[in-house]
């Protein structure tokens, strides 16, 4: 949880708004920390679908407008349920092996 000691009247973004930001604001070598951010979404998310016997893709940053950075998840079979985890972050999306759709 975050802390809010010593803060006070603050405005607190998270990764996917401070990328937007840097970029509405055409802030210098943009590319450079949207990699390190990429690195790190793929590194958590092959790690989660490794933990949870699953697929998953490459992750990346698409701006807010497309979810921000995420990673797609798929079922290493046909017919494996999806984890509980992985369906509360996108209740509405498809969940079939890859290459099925």
């Known amino acids: 949880?975050?802390?809010t000691k010593g803060i006070h009247m603050a405005k607190i973004l998270n990764i996917?708004?401070?990328?937007?930001?840097?970029?509405?604001s055409e802030m210098p070598y943009l590319r450079m920390h949207?990699?390190?951010?990429?690195?790190?979404a793929n590194s958590l998310a092959r790690a989660?679908?490794?933990h949870l016997n699953i697929n998953v893709g490459t992750a990346d940053?698409?701006?807010?407008?497309?979810?921000g950075t995420c990673a797609p998840f798929y079922p290493k079979?046909?017919?494996q349920p999806c984890p509980e985890e992985i369906d509360r972050?996108?209740?509405?999306?498809?969940w079939v092996?890859?290459?099925v759709l």
Do not use: R
């Open 77 to 79: 079979f046909d017919g």
């Open 89 to 94: 972050g996108d209740e509405g999306g498809d």
């Open 1 to 3: 949880m975050l802390s």
């Open 16 to 24: 996917d708004d401070m990328l937007e930001a840097a970029e509405n």
């Open 61 to 67: 940053w698409q701006g807010e407008a497309f979810g």
């Open 34 to 40: 949207v990699n390190q951010v990429e690195e790190a």
């Open 48 to 50: 989660l679908a490794a």
């Open 97 to 99: 092996p890859l290459g």
